[in-house]
């Protein structure tokens, strides 16, 4: 597809007809339906496909039982708007990253992912293992919701700027397109954070409306034509450091299904979790290339002073989240133990070998 063509068809943001849905299944000859939104531009690849991917195998899976009407973001309502819209009732799933959400709890951030945080390996351990998703069950349950962990985009770099950054100061005065609280983390240095779904970044870097930007990685990014609005692309950055995408569904709806149809869902959403992860770094190593090769980007590093100014702009909204609330405060203590437990392991397993083999093979 004509990356001009997918960027115009897909935008989100676009006003569409919505159809009503409804908290209880509809059951129409044995099947239910099962009305999906998402945040993501539809065929976007990566996050975009693999929601279509999971919409596909929960039909799948449950041989037809459920009967899935997926729809991207613009096309029944907006990109930032799946959670409303399944926490009603309205539809019964969204496809989304929770941190668009830490505006309703900010312990939202913590499942998708938050600066100096868990990586792809480290936020899988947290969620099965190291009691996220009991924190996740509990804060769902505030809002009649149940999610699933169904993919992750890995670590994503700094971000897409027409100045270098040489030092915190260089931050002043920008309008950056980022999320979470790594945007918080962001305005603490002076930025003005400016809040854009994937299908509206484009226009508005060209326009001058924002000076830099970050969403996903190379692979992503080739797509929006990042290359044609900003010269220097630094990696890595401190913001995401493991981005995992969330499949959360109206938990009056999800237990009303049969018990089996309920760990279809789940069975599909974990395979999806490791197939996005896989995908996502089968391309990235290959559409930096591309825009290096093909569009002469530069490649930049972040030098210590300004991840030394990440660190404590971070620490500075961290204290802000846990005085939030009685949750917010356990998710961050939960993330935390669960940061030193596996990324210490990580550390002297993965990490270190990692180092040792590129040094050796000169990669």
């Not at 897409?160 to 999320?179: A, K």
């Not at 961290?318 to 993330?335: I, T």
């Amino acid at each position: 597809m004509d990356r001009r063509t997918f960027l115009k068809t897909s935008t989100i943001g676009t006003t569409a007809a919505a159809a009503t849905g409804l908290a209880a299944p509809a059951v129409a000859q044995g099947r239910t339906s099962m009305v999906i939104v998402s945040s993501w531009p539809r065929d976007f690849p990566g996050i975009g496909t693999g929601a279509q991917r999971l919409a596909s195998a929960i039909e799948d899976a449950t041989d037809g039982a459920i009967e899935t009407e997926y729809y991207a973001a613009g096309e029944r309502v907006g990109a930032f708007d799946v959670f409303d819209e399944v926490s009603s009732g309205n539809a019964q799933a969204y496809h989304s990253a929770d941190y668009y959400f830490q505006g309703v709890h900010p312990a939202f951030a913590y499942i998708t992912s938050v600066p100096f945080g868990l990586t792809a390996l480290e936020q899988n351990a947290f969620i099965h293992y190291m009691g996220g998703q009991e924190l996740w069950d509990e804060l769902g349950d505030e809002y009649g919701l149940k999610g699933h962990l169904a993919g992750n985009t890995g670590c994503q770099p700094g971000g897409w700027f027409n100045t270098e950054i040489n030092s915190p100061e260089d931050f002043r005065g920008l309008n950056f397109r980022v999320p979470g609280i790594g945007g918080d983390m962001m305005t603490n240095l002076g930025v003005s954070v400016v809040s854009l779904p994937a299908g509206e970044i484009y226009e508005a870097f060209i326009s001058g409306a924002i000076d830099a930007a970050e969403f996903v990685g190379p692979w992503n990014d080739y797509y929006l034509n990042f290359h044609e609005a900003a010269r220097y692309f630094y990696n890595p950055g401190p913001q995401e450091p493991g981005a995992a995408i969330s499949f959360s569904m109206n938990k009056e709806w999800l237990t009303s299904l049969p018990a089996w149809q309920q760990k279809a869902i789940e069975a599909c959403c974990h395979m999806e979790n490791d197939r996005m992860m896989a995908e996502y770094n089968a391309n990235n190593g290959r559409y930096l290339a591309r825009l290096i090769e093909e569009h002469g980007i530069e490649t930049r590093t972040f030098n210590d002073d300004v991840f030394d100014a990440f660190g404590r702009a971070s620490d500075e909204v961290f204290e802000q989240v846990r005085q939030h609330s009685d949750l917010a405060n356990r998710m961050h203590e939960a993330f935390v133990a669960a940061r030193a437990d596996a990324g210490g392991w990580l550390n002297i397993s993965e990490t270190a070998f990692l180092q040792q083999r590129n040094r050796v093979l000169g990669i």
